[in-house]
């Protein structure tokens, strides 16, 4: 019997992070950091059918696509369930934000893709969520596509990533918390989603760089010095802000693959707005994000959408802040 399941996933910028790869468990792996679970993401739907040739085929909005994610993900999943190597699995993804430019999502398919496989096995549905968040973090440190986003996204709204590694482990065949933490505060502050329309150097050519991953720790250490400590909440806001504009500086991000330029443009663009907005860095991606500088201010995204699609030959998309997860 042919069986359809569905997950979606909001996306994840990242504003400033550090590099904790070193370990050989990949659940270990990943970065203390600050960043936004956006509403906008990613849907999946998968198409398991046992009566055909067994593999998997990807289709990413409306396209077929050669994506790695996907496939690891299911072996990963036949970890739990020896049945789902016995079907052809399709991968239907519909995604509102463009992929590898910053907007963590790979983290967001991989977690949905494991969902909906993971629906369908035989593992305890208490237990299902749990490994779909180990699946997504372990599947992101083996294909270099992320440190840190699935831990964010696991807290959702303003997540503070408070220790490297997964949201979940298996120890002695029982899903246990850690060795990530994060936590947030929920607030449905207004962001506008702008990037380049070409595609993007991939995350691994960051993180998996000896003298970028050196760059980005010290500036991390440096922000988080700042952010990683006291009460978490909405009176961080404008610190926030400030750490994340001096993290892109400080770690050489904002200098490489033209993305001052694209800062200046989309300020240029927005100009009418000053100072009621900043523009903030996606971290790795060609890509910003502008947010109100007064939490409560969202009278401004319709028209600065607007403008942005006017003058600028960038892509954008309106949203806002997630909520918790």
């Known amino acids: 019997m042919v069986v359809t399941t569905s997950s979606r996933s909001g996306a994840h910028v990242t504003l400033a992070f550090t590099v904790h790869s070193d370990s050989e468990n990949p659940l270990e792996q990943g970065s203390y950091g600050v960043g936004l679970c956006l509403e906008a993401g990613l849907s999946t739907t998968c198409r398991s059918d046992p009566s055909s040739s067994t593999g998997v085929t990807v289709i990413v909005n409306g396209n077929p696509s050669d994506e790695e994610l996907q496939r690891e993900v299911l072996l990963e999943c036949i970890k739990f369930d020896q049945a789902l190597s016995s079907m052809h699995h399709t991968f239907d993804v519909q995604s509102q934000l463009p992929f590898s430019q910053g907007f963590g999502l790979s983290a967001a398919g991989a977690l949905s893709a494991a969902r909906c496989l993971l629906a369908m096995s035989s593992l305890p549905p208490k237990d299902q969520d749990k490994a779909a968040w180990m699946i997504a973090h372990r599947v992101e440190r083996k294909l ?74 010290s500036a991390g250490i440096q922000a988080m010095e700042s952010l990683g400590i006291g009460e978490w909440n909405k009176n961080r806001w404008t610190e926030i802000i400030n750490q994340a504009n001096d993290f892109a500086e400080n770690s050489g991000l904002l200098d490489d693959a033209e993305r001052r330029e694209l800062l200046n443009e989309v300020r240029w663009a927005l100009r009418s707005f000053e100072p009621r907005l900043s523009v903030l860095l996606c971290m790795l991606g060609e890509s910003v994000v502008v947010i109100p500088n007064e939490i409560e201010d969202d009278g401004w995204l319709e028209y600065a959408e607007i403008l942005i699609d006017r003058l600028t030959d960038l892509g954008c998309l309106s949203t806002r802040v997630g909520k918790i997860s």
């Open 144 to 217: 270099s596509g992320g440190l840190g986003d699935v831990t964010a996204l696991h807290a959702g709204g303003i997540a503070r990533r408070n220790h490297p590694g997964s949201p979940y482990h298996l120890f002695e065949e029982n899903f246990m918390s850690g060795p990530g933490e994060s936590e947030s505060w929920e607030s449905p502050i207004p962001v506008l989603a702008v990037w380049r329309k070409t595609k993007s150097r991939h995350t691994s050519e960051y993180i998996d760089s000896e003298e970028w991953s050196l760059k980005i720790r």
